[in-house]
């Protein structure tokens, strides 16, 4: 079993930054891809953005390409999602998830386990 706890949201202004992070625990998640959804009240979750086991593939949304950054330190069983330039249109809760089956990053379904989530909200 894998937890997952989320931290580093909060109230950015348009054009700011924020880092967010993904800690595993219970077991390590150095040979799994992880990936970073979000979700915004009312609407579906969505993929973000998603890194290989060793950091070497890495996949964005399209809304998010050349603005987030995803990457990884194996030794500290730890993601992050490197936020900059941020729009009011990124105010979310933002979650990770750690994909145990094969298959593509962007499919919500194949992400096994799942944080509790943290909140960006993107205003002035």
């Known amino acids: 079993q894998v937890q997952l706890v989320e931290s580093g949201g909060g109230l950015v202004q348009p054009g700011g930054s924020l880092r967010l992070s993904c800690e595993a625990s219970?077991?390590?998640?150095?040979?799994?891809?992880v990936g970073w959804f979000r979700q915004a009240p009312g609407e579906e979750r969505e993929f973000v953005a998603g890194?290989?086991?060793?950091?070497?593939?890495?996949a964005y949304a399209d809304s998010v390409k050349g603005r987030f950054t995803i990457s990884r330190d194996n030794a500290k069983n730890t993601v992050y999602l490197q936020m900059n330039n941020l729009k009011p249109e990124d105010t979310a809760v933002y979650l990770c998830?750690?994909?145990?089956?094969?298959?593509?990053?962007?499919?919500?379904?194949?992400?096994?386990?799942w944080g509790q989530g943290t909140q960006v909200t993107v205003s002035s």
């Open positions: 998830a750690v994909k145990i089956r094969s298959g593509s990053y962007y499919s919500i379904s194949l992400y096994d386990y």
């Open positions: 890194i290989s086991w060793n950091g070497a593939y890495t």
């Open positions: 219970g077991r390590t998640v150095d040979r799994n891809v």
